[in-house]
């Protein structure tokens, strides 16, 4: 998911994203909608949140090491 369309999901949730990364912006939304804030962390390859939108770039970051 494009960062520009993340901006928007975290405005909708009431958080600002300033100068937020991709990876601080998923986790707030995370923690506000009452969920793990486990974005790139499956390191492992393995998640078993298997309905959370954000899966695939989930993996992805995680494999990139991309940081927090």
Same mark, same amino acid.
């Given at each position: 998911?494009?960062? =520009?369309? #993340?901006?928007? /999901?975290?405005?909708?949730? +009431?958080?600002?994203?300033?100068?937020?990364?991709?990876? =601080?912006? #998923?986790?707030? /939304?995370?923690?506000?909608? +009452?969920?793990?804030?486990c974005?790139?962390?499956?390191?492992d390859?393995?998640?078993?949140?298997?309905?959370?939108?954000?899966?695939?770039?989930?993996?992805?970051?995680a494999?990139?090491?991309?940081?927090?």
């Open positions: 998911m494009r960062l =520009e369309e #993340i901006r928007t /999901i975290a405005k909708s949730h +009431g958080i600002k994203p300033n100068k937020l990364s991709k990876t =601080e912006l #998923i986790k707030s /939304i995370q923690t506000d909608e +009452g969920s793990f804030d974005f790139a962390t499956a390191y390859g393995v998640c078993d949140q298997f309905d959370c939108c954000w899966r695939e770039d989930c993996f992805e970051a494999q990139q090491g991309e940081p927090s």
